[in-house]
Nanobody, 124 residues
Framework: QVQLVESGGGLVQAGGSLRLSCAAS????????MGWFRQAPGKEREFVAA????????YYADSVKGRFAISRDNAKNTVYLQMNSLKHEDTTDYYC?????????????????WGQGTQVTVSS
């Protein structure tokens, strides 16, 4: 069981950067694979990035590959999403997700636990 709280969202100019954080509480954080998703109004929840429990494997959606980087610090029970070269199209709510497992996962149905989200707005 793990609880997730996202932070770091805000307003940024196109081309700028933000770093989202997902702070986890609960047992055995290092056993959880983690992911970031985003969901805009009227849209389906969209996969963004995922990382395995050891942090040595990552996977990205094509729309963010080369611009975003997911990482984790298990000692701090925190997962990060570094977002660079932000575009107006990146504007939406971003959600942190977790599940037990040693692989990486990239669909929302595969995740068990979710944070409440943090808003990212990129001005054009």
């Amino acid at each position: 069981q793990v609880q997730l709280v996202e932070s770091g969202g805000g307003l940024v100019q196109a081309g700028g950067s933000l770093r989202l954080s997902c702070a986890a509480s609960g047992r055995t954080f290092s056993r959880y694979a983690m992911g970031w998703f985003r969901q805009a109004p009227g849209k389906e929840r969209e996969f963004v990035a995922a990382i395995n429990w050891s942090g040595d494997r990552t996977y990205y959606a094509d729309s963010v590959k080369g611009r975003f980087a997911i990482s984790r610090d298990n000692a701090k029970n925190t997962v990060y999403l570094q977002m660079n070269s932000l575009k107006h199209e990146d504007t939406t709510d971003y959600y942190c997700a977790a599940r037990e497992g040693g692989n990486i996962y990239y669909t929302n149905i595969q995740y068990t636990f979710w944070g409440q989200g943090t808003q990212v707005t990129v001005s054009s």
